[in-house]
């Protein structure tokens, strides 16, 4: 698992200084040698500390994954790589390793039924990002406010306008879908990954409740509720249960 090595990880955040410590980027690459010589501790502690001075970024989040995979760490491995996945979900080493990861859970969820209509809608907008997304649907409208404006503001009727007009809408009709459909999976959903090497899932929100199932660290379940230090959580393959709080990690 190879580390991005770049020159600025988003330029507004990294390239500020931290008040008594090293420049962040030095801390990126310093963080990355140790993680070149095998120290994955070292590196882990480096990157955990320029998150938790409010940075981030996809090569961050993508070469501390690399950095908990290495160690031993699948659940937040398979964390980070979500992360790294939402801001850019483009990027091919980033897919791969979420992807190669999650394969490493001692839990399989079995019997897992997928609806083709949402997994068609997931399948086309994962390569891109929210951004991205609004900003092709604000093209399309700014497309069809021009050819509105060239039919009924200055009288063109050539079939190129109409064309244009009927073109741009269904464009940003189609936009503007998959723009929902890719906040409802990346924002409004709050999803979550198990860390904890002993998770076990109740029935109910206390560790009284009968056992619903054991779960294991780097799988991911969709939150529906909470109720005290529990999360009622939804697996892929819909069973539902109640876990600790401290067991798992929004994504």
């Not at 999976?185 to 904890?196: K, W």
Request: charged share 20%.
């Amino acid at each position: 698992m190879r580390l991005h090595q770049v020159a600025a990880i988003v330029v507004s955040t990294l390239a500020v200084s931290v008040s008594g410590s090293a420049a962040p980027l030095e801390q990126f690459e310093q963080a990355n040698q140790y993680y070149e010589q095998r120290d994955y501790d070292s590196a882990i502690i480096i990157y955990r500390q320029l998150i938790n001075e409010g940075l981030e970024s996809a090569p961050l989040y993508f070469n501390l994954g690399n950095a908990c995979f290495r160690s031993g760490d699948l659940g937040h491995a398979v964390l980070y790589y979500l992360r790294a996945r939402r801001l850019d979900p483009a990027d091919p080493d980033i897919v791969a390793n979420a992807d190669f990861a999650g394969r490493f859970t001692s839990v399989q969820m079995e019997g897992v039924e997928l609806n083709p209509v949402s997994s068609l809608f997931e399948a086309i907008v994962s390569p891109y990002s929210l951004s991205a997304l609004a900003w092709m649907s604000s093209a399309f409208f700014i497309s069809l406010f021009a050819f509105l404006i060239a039919r009924y503001g200055y009288a063109f009727h050539g079939p190129v306008v109409r064309l244009g007009i009927w073109l741009s809408l269904v464009l940003l009709v189609a936009a503007s879908l998959l723009t929902t459909v890719k906040y409802d999976h990346d924002y409004l959903t709050r999803r979550a990954v198990i860390i904890g090497e002993e998770a076990i899932v109740y029935t109910g929100p206390s560790e009284l409740s009968d056992k619903e199932l054991d779960a294991g660290p780097g799988l991911i379940v969709e939150i529906v509720s909470e109720s005290g230090d529990f999360y009622n959580v939804l697996f892929e393959n819909k069973r539902r249960g109640w876990i600790q709080k401290d067991l798992v990690a929004v994504v």
